[in-house]
């Protein structure tokens, strides 16, 4: 007589992801939100949640800009190579200033989504070479959640220009929050290490350690082999950062 082996009950389905639970899940328990997210990707309801914050932050902040700032630093910077240019011909450079500020505004959200694509895929090539695991559909998932800081900063900024009084500078938008050492030194008399100083900002450093661990989950290496990957990427993007200051000031 043969006793049957009664087959292992199916493992029940899991549930599907809620998009703005991960998205607070992220911020307060990354370990837990990035296995889940690692198993069940998803993209969608947040690069549309990223995008649509993006764009209610332009209109807010557009009429907030105070563009004669930025004209007038142009102004003394090319005064100081040629002073020989017109008053007409400096008119013409205010006017494609202006301009070109508002459409960088208003475009800037969109264009945002090719630099959410280019970091998943720099940072998927990165994992995969060295050994790791993972899929784009993963990584631009796992990309789109650690951004949850950086939208936070974004939405602070926002509220805090709103609420100031008088037009916001926008050279100074990086320094606004207080969030990063940069505001205790002159993005004039020091632009390199303004820009350097901005680059060590508490929601970028918040941003990267949730790159880590949600690709540590995805590609199924360690935490530690993670940090070396994503924070080597990172002081490449300041280095990248910094060619543009470095060049101002040996240009003067």
Same mark, same amino acid.
């Given at each position: 007589?043969?006793?049957?082996? %009664?087959a292992a009950a199916p493992a029940p389905a899991e549930p599907k992801p809620n998009p703005f639970a991960r998205m607070i899940g992220a911020?307060?328990?990354?370990?837990?939100?990035f296995?889940?997210?690692?198993?069940r990707p998803d993209w969608v309801v947040p690069l549309l949640?990223?995008?649509?914050i993006g764009y209610v932050s332009t209109f807010?902040?557009? %009429?907030?800009?105070?563009?004669?700032?930025?004209?007038?630093?142009?102004?003394?910077?090319?005064?100081?190579?040629?002073?020989?240019?017109?008053?007409?011909?400096?008119?013409?450079?205010?006017?494609?200033?202006?301009?070109f500020g508002k459409v960088v505004g208003w475009v800037a959200p969109v264009v945002a989504v090719i630099w959410y694509v280019i970091v998943a895929g720099v940072l998927l090539l990165a994992f995969r070479l060295l050994g790791g695991e993972g899929t784009f559909g993963k990584a631009f998932s796992a990309t789109l959640y650690a951004w949850m800081p950086l939208?936070?900063?974004?939405?602070?900024?926002?509220?805090?220009?709103?609420?100031?009084?008088?037009?916001?500078?926008?050279t100074q938008m990086a320094t606004l929050?207080?969030?990063n050492p940069a505001f205790l030194v002159d993005m004039k008399a020091q632009p390199v290490l303004f820009a350097l100083l901005s680059s060590i900002d508490i929601?970028?450093?918040?941003?990267?350690?949730?790159?880590?661990?949600?690709?540590?989950?995805?590609?199924?290496?360690?935490?530690?082999?993670?940090?070396?990957?994503?924070?080597?990427?990172?002081?490449?993007?300041?280095?990248?950062k910094l060619i543009g200051p470095a060049f101002q000031t040996l240009s003067k």
């Open positions: 007589m043969t006793t049957e082996i %009664p911020l307060v328990s990354p370990n837990e939100t296995t889940s997210i690692a198993r949640v990223i995008v649509l807010l902040l557009m %009429p907030r800009m105070d563009w004669d700032a930025i004209v007038a630093m142009q102004e003394e910077q090319i005064r100081a190579k040629n002073p020989n240019m017109s008053q007409e011909q400096l008119d013409q450079m205010e006017r494609m200033t202006k301009a939208v936070v900063n974004g939405i602070i900024l926002t509220i805090v220009a709103v609420l100031r009084s008088g037009l916001v500078d926008p929050v207080k969030s929601f970028t450093i918040w941003t990267v350690v949730l790159l880590i661990i949600g690709f540590a989950a995805l590609s199924r290496t360690s935490k530690a082999k993670a940090s070396a990957i994503v924070i080597s990427l990172w002081v490449v993007c300041i280095l990248l």
